[in-house]
């Protein structure tokens, strides 16, 4: 399973019952930051949003080392 995460949040659930159509809920990230590409819930590489012809796509720009990710484990 491969996830890519733009970012984090927290909501209390009477907040999350509000949320509809054309809601906008604030990131910890700012527009423009690296996103998080995780396999099987484990980093791998970062990336960027990218639009090609009206689509959503996702440029890996570095991948974790294999140290890097060995230490995550831990």
């Known amino acids: 399973e491969v996830t890519f995460q733009l970012g984090r949040t927290r909501m209390l659930v009477n907040e999350l019952l509000k949320v509809g159509q054309g809601s906008v809920i604030e990131l910890e990230k700012m527009a423009g930051e690296t996103l998080e590409i995780l396999a099987n819930q484990r ?32």
């Open 43 to 74: 980093l791998v590489a970062r990336g960027e949003v990218v639009v090609i012809n009206e689509k959503f796509g996702i440029r890996v720009t570095e991948i974790i080392s294999p140290m890097e990710r060995v230490e995550k484990l831990k």
